[in-house]
């Protein structure tokens, strides 16, 4: 069976699906989903690329970063660094080589924990990371419910995971929980509700890898922007219907919640726009910043601010991606393209404010990396270049990670604090006064 029979199938015995719905099903099936049936979709052979696609410079810098917030959060003998949507773990990669190699004291104190819900995702980790996870220093701690409920709309809870040991990740972390291997078995999946709002409140579905007082970075590298979302317009909340195997848009009422949100941003659709309603990506950032109960959360992605959409912009920002370039159907080729929306930081800020943490304002991709590497003259991105024509590209690759004419300024990072004094970063401190 095809994803697009599938999903034919739910609406012919449920009747139109919520967009949210529709966007999950496409990238999260556990069998058919885009982000579940392989892991070739990223790098310059695949549907798109990551900063960490571009050159290991990205990682490297991150470590530096992610080294500084350890000194200010005092140096603890643990800590833990949570990657929300890892992928194939380039990233993780040289964050733990490039800190084995150049903070030493850090890396002994550091854990990397991986959330991915992909199986043929977690698999590839398990390759990438291998010697970390040989090493105890990796882990993927929990296995993850399918998302989906045989209720309409439903998405079902995390399950704990109770594995054995393989060579992979048989190493003990700070509370007792074991790397381990994912087996096959799940318990009885959890209908969490039927309402359009609800079905991913339980998204999250995770435990930590070390005790909850060992001192936490959550880090999340374009994860928000593949969330599902509701798409509001003045005809009321995009559903999905078929019509002889053909995916059919129709309208419903929206729901209390949809409209409360609205009217608390103050943006409402005009006659024949449309506007993403992000309520899972709030729900998931409200859970995540409860986690932490001292250290720093880091959102790097695409996405706007209130004023930004007051003033006309990011009104209507679904959009797909198959072989690097824009697809004209979100309809098309589900499960075979992935589907994004831009990400509302004015909400993940509320969100995140509103569970006790301290946010601090969004600076640019290109501020960030560039406050990080100015000191040192971005010696992370040189020190492998023997040749003037290998240093040449690697500055090509930098130029494009943090100029305007790159994804520089794409990009917006979210950086937030608890316990701990996050304006201190050398990240955030591009472009200020050092006096």
């Given at each position: 069976?095809?994803?697009?029979?599938?999903?034919?199938?739910?609406?012919?015995?449920?009747?139109?699906?919520?967009?949210?719905?529709?966007?999950?099903?496409?990238?999260?099936?556990?069998?058919?989903?885009?982000?579940?049936?392989?892991?070739?979709?990223?790098?310059?052979?695949?549907?798109?690329?990551?900063?960490?696609?571009?050159?290991?410079?990205?990682?490297?810098?991150?470590?530096?970063?992610?080294?500084?917030?350890?000194?200010?959060l005092g140096r603890p003998g643990q800590l833990e660094i949570l990657e929300l949507g890892p992928g194939r773990g380039l990233f993780a990669q040289d964050v733990l080589d490039w800190s084995e190699k150049k903070f030493?004291?850090?890396?002994?104190?550091?854990?990397?924990?991986?959330?991915?819900?992909?199986?043929?995702?977690?698999?590839?980790?398990?390759?990438?990371?291998?010697?970390?996870?040989?090493?105890?220093?990796?882990?993927?701690?929990?296995?993850?419910?399918?998302?989906?409920?045989?209720?309409?709309?439903?998405?079902?809870?995390?399950?704990?995971?109770?594995?054995?040991?393989?060579?992979?990740?048989?190493?003990?972390?700070?509370?007792?929980?074991?790397?381990?291997?994912?087996?096959?078995?799940?318990?009885?999946?959890?209908?969490?509700?039927?309402?359009?709002?609800?079905?991913?409140?339980?998204?999250?579905?995770?435990?930590?890898?070390?005790?909850?007082?060992?001192?936490?970075?959550?880090?999340?590298?374009?994860?928000?922007?593949?969330?599902?979302?509701?798409?509001?317009?003045?005809?009321?909340?995009?559903?999905?219907?078929?019509?002889?195997?053909?995916?059919?848009?129709?309208?419903?009422?929206?729901?209390?919640?949809?409209?409360?949100?609205?009217?608390?941003?103050?943006?409402?659709?005009?006659?024949?726009?449309?506007?993403?309603?992000?309520?899972?990506?709030?729900?998931?950032?409200?859970?995540?910043?409860?986690?932490?109960?001292?250290?720093?959360?880091?959102?790097?992605?695409?996405?706007?601010?209130?004023?930004?959409?007051?003033?006309?912009?990011?009104?209507?920002?679904?959009?797909?991606?198959?072989?690097?370039?824009?697809?004209?159907?979100?309809?098309?080729?589900?499960?075979?393209?992935?589907?994004?929306?831009?990400?509302?930081?004015?909400?993940?800020?509320?969100?995140?404010?509103?569970?006790?943490?301290?946010?601090?304002?969004?600076?640019?991709?290109?501020?960030?990396?560039?406050?990080?590497?100015?000191?040192?003259?971005?010696?992370?991105?040189?020190?492998?270049?023997?040749?003037?024509?290998?240093?040449?590209?690697?500055?090509?690759?930098?130029?494009?990670?943090?100029?305007?004419?790159?994804?520089?300024?794409?990009?917006?990072?979210?950086?937030?604090?608890?316990?701990?004094?996050?304006?201190?970063?050398?990240?955030?401190?591009?472009?200020?006064?050092?006096?």
């Open positions: 069976m095809t994803l697009r029979e599938k999903i034919v199938n739910e609406i012919r015995q449920r009747g139109p699906i919520p967009f949210s719905r529709y966007m999950e099903l496409c990238l999260y099936d556990p069998e058919l989903g885009y982000y579940s049936k392989n892991a070739e979709q990223f790098g310059k052979a695949g549907d798109f690329y990551t900063s960490s696609d571009v050159h290991a410079v990205f990682g490297r810098l991150l470590a530096r970063q992610f080294e500084e917030m350890w000194g200010i030493p004291q850090f890396f002994a104190a550091l854990h990397y924990s991986l959330v991915e819900r992909s199986p043929a995702l977690r698999e590839r980790l398990k390759l990438t990371l291998g010697r970390h996870f040989n090493l105890g220093k990796a882990s993927l701690p929990q296995r993850l419910k399918p998302p989906f409920s045989n209720m309409p709309n439903g998405t079902a809870e995390a399950v704990p995971f109770h594995g054995g040991t393989d060579s992979l990740s048989s190493n003990k972390t700070g509370k007792g929980t074991t790397a381990v291997p994912f087996d096959d078995s799940f318990d009885s999946l959890t209908s969490i509700g039927t309402g359009t709002a609800s079905a991913v409140s339980s998204w999250l579905g995770f435990e930590r890898a070390l005790a909850s007082e060992v001192p936490l970075i959550i880090f999340a590298n374009e994860f928000f922007d593949a969330l599902p979302v509701e798409v509001l317009s003045p005809e009321g909340e995009l559903r999905v219907s078929e019509k002889d195997g053909r995916f059919v848009e129709t309208w419903a009422p929206a729901s209390a919640e949809e409209l409360e949100l609205l009217d608390h941003h103050g943006v409402n659709p005009a006659a024949g726009e449309r506007i993403e309603i992000l309520l899972f990506a709030q729900r998931y950032m409200s859970q995540i910043a409860a986690m932490v109960t001292r250290g720093f959360l880091v959102v790097i992605d695409y996405g706007y601010t209130r004023q930004e959409q007051l003033a006309g912009r990011h009104r209507g920002t679904l959009t797909a991606y198959r072989q690097h370039s824009v697809s004209a159907n979100l309809y098309e080729a589900p499960g075979e393209q992935d589907i994004t929306a831009h990400v509302n930081f004015t909400a993940l800020t509320a969100a995140a404010e509103q569970n006790g943490m301290l946010a601090q304002p969004l600076v640019t991709q290109s501020q960030f990396l560039m406050g990080i590497g100015e000191n040192n003259q971005f010696a992370d991105a040189f020190e492998d270049c023997r040749l003037p024509q290998e240093h040449a590209k690697v500055a090509l690759q930098l130029k494009h990670l943090v100029t305007p004419a790159g994804v520089g300024e794409s990009f917006q990072v979210l950086v937030c604090s608890r316990g701990v004094e996050a304006a201190r970063l050398s990240g955030l401190s591009f472009g200020k006064s050092r006096g």
